[in-house]
């Protein structure tokens, strides 16, 4: 069975502070990672990776993949309170579209 | 504008009640997905589609039925044989099934 296991469960910061959350994964046959921000409902794309060892970044998130360890880790830099958010990872198979999530990561911004 | 929508926001169930929840979507996608999430857990699969008039059950299938007539539609029936209904509901949509899955704005089900 498709495992994806994300971590600290909850992570509570001051604004400015830089933060590193993990998602580590076990499936068949990998394809891609991706990287979503839920504040309220609906989940937002953040990233997806799929080759190792290359970030991908936009403003102040970055995020790299390492496919022979099987994990991933999304980098915040001068946290700030908008930040405030679950952060998912989900991993998708080779053999077809579904995601298998993680169960997140509770990250608090205080300011 | 594009966008993927689903209704309604609030939704209260009977015992013994089935209750279908809306998904529709403006982005000419192919694939839709449904999920559940319960407090302090990530997404789980409930059913998926690929193409219209095709479906697939996800990880937790079982009291849930859905239908993919056309393109821009996926409702999902909650069916009475679910006995524990109370989630948050969250339709999700791809162009393909390799690319990015864009999410709705959730459904809240609870039981009366």
């Known amino acids: 069975e498709d495992k994806v296991v994300q971590s600290p469960l909850s992570l509570v910061v001051h604004e400015g502070d830089t933060v590193t959350l993990n998602c580590s994964y076990e499936v068949t046959n990998f394809r891609s990672l991706l990287w979503y921000k839920q504040e309220k409902k609906a989940p937002t794309f953040l990233f997806m990776l799929?080759?190792?060892?290359i970030e991908k970044k936009s403003g102040r998130l970055s995020s790299i993949l390492d496919k022979k360890e099987l994990f991933s880790i999304l980098n915040i830099t001068a946290t700030q309170t908008g930040d405030s958010a679950i952060y998912l990872c989900?991993?998708?198979?080779?053999?077809?579209?579904?995601?298998?999530f993680g169960e997140g990561t509770q990250l608090t911004v205080n300011p | 504008d594009g966008g993927i929508t689903q209704s309604p926001k609030y939704l209260f169930r009977k015992e013994g009640q089935n209750v279908t929840l809306s998904c529709e979507q403006n982005?000419?996608?192919?694939?839709m997905y449904w999920y559940r999430q319960d407090p302090g857990q990530g997404l789980r699969l409930i059913y998926y589609?690929?193409?219209?008039?095709?479906?697939q059950k996800g990880d937790i299938a079982e009291g849930y039925s859905v239908s993919r007539e056309k393109k821009e539609s996926f409702p999902l029936t909650v069916t009475s044989a679910q006995k524990n209904p109370t989630a948050f509901y969250l339709c999700?949509?791809?162009?393909?099934?390799?690319?990015?899955?864009?999410f709705g704005a959730g459904t809240r089900l609870s039981v009366l």
């Open positions: 799929t080759s190792s060892g």
């Open positions: 982005l000419n996608h192919d694939a």
């Open positions: 589609s690929q193409i219209v008039n095709d479906f």
């Open positions: 999700a949509c791809s162009i393909d099934g390799d690319l990015a899955q864009y």
């Open positions: 989900a991993v998708r198979e080779t053999s077809g579209s579904r995601l298998t």
